[in-house]
């Protein structure tokens, strides 16, 4: 039986596909392009709410590979469960990298160097000058070290930072130095000017950041959130902020959107950008070079990259 694959780009747009599987666009709009049980490749359509991307999922007999065009999967686990067993889910390690990277620098940089106030000054035709802190001579703490991790690395060393601090899920060595575990963080935590969280949300990352957490960062510290919302505990973070004893700047937050009115938005100290980390002109070329390898991994019998989970198995590999 030829194998049916569900892609978020016309078959045209990727070259290099291979030859055999029927290829299907669906961007999530109401109407599916055929039978979902057809389905053996299912690629989730990017920047959709969650519910779109996991409806056609209990019609999916067949489906052997789930591939996410984001670095997280936490949008597509309620629709894990209705899946088949033995299932792989992958997600898109590799395409957010340098997109996230760079708006993680311009974060530390706008908030450090107070972009917003001039920002603000200027609609006011004021010259509001003076001193600002530099992120040269900083200590950042950079909380779940992985590709992206690495990649902002990459992009503060030219800063002169004093110290770049690694911490993931467990400890090991990098290429640029020891990855402390976790379990750590309590150490760790005073000795940042900036903590960047980059983190998948998990059950163990959920309110990771909580009233313990900021309340061990020091004072006039900056709290970067790239990861996902619910890794920070909204109203704690808000206790903090509202006294002045440190700053924020979230590409993410808990709720996402940020609804009208939400005290966050005028929080002083805080800056908000839309979940912009990924969606940039680099994200398309890569998130293609991907499909195209790992649907020729697929075609070929060749072991997929970025396997997370596969449904019915230990959860995470």
């Not at 057809?38 to 489906?63: E, H, I, K």
């Not at 936490?74 to 992958?90: F, I, T, Y």
């Not at 200027?122 to 992985?146: K, N």
């Not at 061990?216 to 990861?227: F, I, P, Y």
Request: proline share 10%; hydrophobic share 45%; charged share 20%.
């Amino acid at each position: 039986m030829t194998a049916e694959v569900w892609l978020p780009y016309r078959e045209d747009e990727l070259e290099g596909l291979p030859d055999g599987p029927v290829y299907r666009f669906w961007d999530g709009r109401e109407e599916y392009p055929a039978d979902p049980a057809a389905c053996a490749f299912y690629v989730v359509p990017y920047l959709r709410p969650g519910a779109v991307g996991t409806r056609p999922m209990p019609d999916m007999t067949s489906v052997k590979v789930v591939q996410t065009l984001s670095a997280g999967i936490d949008h597509v686990e309620p629709g894990l469960s209705s899946l088949p067993e033995g299932v792989q889910v992958c997600n898109a390690r590799g395409v957010h990298d340098a997109s996230t990277a760079e708006l993680t620098l311009a974060l530390i940089l706008a908030q450090l160097r107070g972009i917003p106030d001039f920002v603000r000054a200027q609609e006011r035709g004021e010259w509001a000058s003076g001193f600002r802190p530099a992120l040269a001579d900083r200590t950042v703490l950079i909380v779940g070290y992985g590709a992206i991790g690495s990649a902002v690395e990459d992009r503060l060393v030219p800063f002169e930072p004093a110290r770049v601090v690694r911490v993931a899920r467990s400890a090991r060595t990098a290429a640029r130095g020891p990855v402390h575990p976790l379990a750590d963080l309590p150490g760790l935590l005073p000795e940042a000017d900036v903590v960047v969280l980059l983190t998948p949300l998990t059950e163990a990352t959920r309110h990771l950041v909580d009233a313990s957490f900021l309340a061990r960062m020091k004072d006039g510290a900056l709290l970067v959130n790239v990861a996902r919302g619910p890794v920070v505990e909204t109203k704690a973070l808000l206790a903090e902020v509202e006294t002045g004893r440190i700053r924020a700047a979230l590409d993410v937050t808990d709720p996402e959107p940020l609804p009208p009115g939400h005290p966050l938005w005028t929080a002083p100290g805080v800056l908000i950008t839309p979940h912009v980390g990924g969606p940039t002109s680099a994200f398309a070329p890569r998130a293609k070079r991907l499909l195209v390898d790992q649907l020729s991994r697929f075609a070929d019998g060749r072991p997929l990259r970025n396997v997370m989970l596969t449904t019915g198995g230990r959860g995470m590999t």
